[in-house]
């Protein structure tokens, strides 16, 4: 890539966004980015594109990956976000691998819950894997999706994050060019 | 698109930020977000809100459409239109069910939204406990500990000195069973259609900085007490036009000894009601 961020800023963010915006509205819903040439090794296509989309020199991002060094480079030079060590500290998280428990990150305040991170994590299927059913706003009954790659115990995780409401994280999980969105309303139920 | 504007009038990174708030605001249905309200060009009570949220939001292939009290025709509903004309080079339309972006002033639209469109609410007051408690560090708090005696206590006292709750517009409402919304100015009568809705709804509030929003399918409750249940409004009369006896009816006076008419509030209903 020869060009930082999108080639097209305008647009293609404007795309992306009301692509992350339909996820968010509808949990569980998966949406497909188009746009397959952004990929690298190391991020797939959903995730690159929320973080052009989203990130700048106002969030700060957490990094946890077997890559880090990379990813921050790319992060860096394509957003500017400055990048942290601190989970509490982070706007946005990226994660590519290894477990992680979703209460060490920034929940948000009482008087401020808007402040909670924002977990991009990247797995590894969303055709197969463990099914699980998700209940919430958004959601007109419930919605099926099928993960694999994704943390431990992410059923007892989401619901005692979700149990927290109006703390609590927000989830993107992101595969290849797919995106499912979990806010923190969500809850697993089956 | 004229040169010197971005697409959507707004810098991309203004509406990056815009874009994180509606996220966070979609992630908590109800909860009033911060955001950092740009000047527009045109004065604060005219939309500012509304229509940074739009601006964020919208793409080319997008068809806007834009209301004042219901009418495609009043002035604050065909400036806002022309803007986004000159400003995105989109397509504007009339017809409820062909709008994708709707944004609204005090109206929702009569026929009901699918889950392809987005109503955005331009919203002059977001904090429904305002005229309760003026700090807003105070009211801050009555949020975040769920504290809603007060609101409760103004209802029961319109209860007890009037027989009803007087309110009529801006009724509040729970979201989710969490937050207390104010709906913006919007006839209480356009309540029940917030519950469950189909379409997001995202309300702008430019004056106050304050970004909020309801996810589709969402509950969305009138508070009201079991003994004095919520109440929409009813007219004996129908719409001298369409003779509509559903919608949202206006009173205009037509002629100096103050005879009166009944019309429907939404033109687009109201002209389709006449063709059919």
Known sequence: MEHVGFKNKTFESQGAFRLILQATSNPGKKVKFMNDNYSQKDLHTSSVNIIFTLLDLDTNVFIQSAQENTISNFIKLHTGSPITKNKVESDFAVVTDGDLDFDSFNEGLDQYPDKATTLIIQIQSMSQGEDFVLSGPGIKNSNRITLRGIPHNFKEKVNANSSKFPLGVDIFLTCKNELISLPRTIKIIN | ?276
């Open chain 2, 1 to 276: 698109m004229i040169d010197g504007f971005n697409f959507a009038y707004l810098d991309e990174a203004t509406k990056r930020m815009i874009r994180r708030t509606i996220l966070k605001a979609i992630c908590i249905p109800g909860y009033q977000c911060p955001f950092g309200g740009r000047e527009m060009p045109l004065a604060y009570g005219w939309g500012t809100g509304g229509i940074q949220v739009t601006a964020s939001i919208i793409g080319m292939n997008d068809t806007l459409k834009v209301i004042d009290q219901g009418a495609d025709d009043t002035t604050n509903a065909i400036s806002i239109k022309n803007f986004f004309k000159k400003v995105c080079k989109i397509k504007t339309t009339e017809v409820t069910e062909n709008a994708t972006i709707i944004q609204t002033r005090h109206r929702i639209p009569e026929k009901k939204l699918s889950e392809h469109q987005i109503l955005v609410y331009q919203v002059p007051q977001p904090e429904p406990l305002r005229r309760l408690e003026p700090k807003e560090q105070e009211t801050r708090k009555l949020h975040a500990y769920e504290e809603y005696a007060l609101m409760h206590v103004k209802l029961y006292e319109e209860i007890s000195h009037y027989g009803s709750v007087i309110k009529t517009y801006a009724y509040p409402v729970r979201t989710n069973r969490r937050y207390i919304t104010d709906p913006s100015p919007t006839p209480k009568f356009d309540n029940p259609k917030m519950d469950f809705m189909e379409a997001l709804q995202l309300f702008g509030a430019g004056r106050e900085r304050r970004i909020y929003a309801i996810p589709p399918y969402t509950s969305v409750k009138s508070l009201d007490f079991e003994d004095h249940p919520f109440e929409i409004q009813t007219w004996d009369e129908r719409c001298d036009i369409c003779g509509s006896n559903n919608s949202y009816l206006d009173e205009i006076i037509v002629n100096d000894k103050g005879e009166k008419k009944f019309i429907c509030s939404d033109t687009n209903y109201c002209e389709k009601n006449i063709k059919t």
